[in-house]
């Protein structure tokens, strides 16, 4: 979880939230953080129903709240190891991969 727990962007762009002057309107993709197992994402395309099962695709929905963050992260003591080394791997996990078909 970020301190701007709600990401908005134009992942193509590079473009994540009001620091980057993105209005919600004008993003391609909206993430919603509902439990710690649990997100929504909405796409400006839409996409089948997906349920992720892998480490990858996980790990691209959390450097997209990464990416999103202004100063803050914090993650389950479970999830640290895990989270500081995707924190330092952000660029392995592109968020285009949730709007253009990729996410597996």
């Keep these: 979880m970020s301190d ?6 134009q992942p193509d762009e590079g473009r994540y939230g009001f620091t980057c002057g993105l209005a919600v309107g ?5 993430i919603v953080p509902i439990k710690r197992r649990l997100v929504a994402f ?7 129903h ?7 695709g996980i ?3 959390n450097a997209a ?4 963050a202004r100063a803050e ?4 003591p479970d999830d640290a190891a ?11 996990y592109p968020a285009s991969w949730l709007t253009n078909g990729r996410l597996r």
């Design 4 to 9: 701007c727990p709600v990401v908005h962007a």
């Design 26 to 30: 004008d993003a391609d993709l909206i």
């Design 42 to 48: 909405y796409t400006a395309r839409p996409l089948v």
């Design 50 to 56: 997906v349920a992720l099962r892998t480490k990858r």
């Design 59 to 61: 790990r691209t929905i």
């Design 65 to 68: 709240l990464c990416r999103n």
């Design 73 to 76: 992260i914090a993650c389950h």
């Design 82 to 92: 895990e989270t500081a080394r995707l924190i330092r791997n952000t660029e392995a």
